[in-house]
């Protein structure tokens, strides 16, 4: 697992993510701050984070 920090693309704010580093994939997480919606997706290459991207739902 490892810590990431990104912006919400909702409210702008600063927020950590623990990553599991063992597999590539996308999935529906809701903001820890304002509690929409965010589409994260994100690529490992042996073990390091390589794509990142925080989305609002449906775009």
Do not use: R
């Not at 690529?43 to 989305?55: K, Q, R, S």
């Amino acid at each position: 697992m490892i810590e990431h920090f990104f912006s919400c693309p909702h409210c702008w704010q600063e927020i950590s993510m623990l990553l599991d580093s063992s597999q590539s994939q996308t999935y529906i997480e809701d903001c820890e701050v304002c509690c929409n919606p965010i589409e994260i997706s994100v690529t490992f290459e042996d073990g390091e984070l390589e794509f990142f991207t925080a989305n609002e739902l449906g775009q």
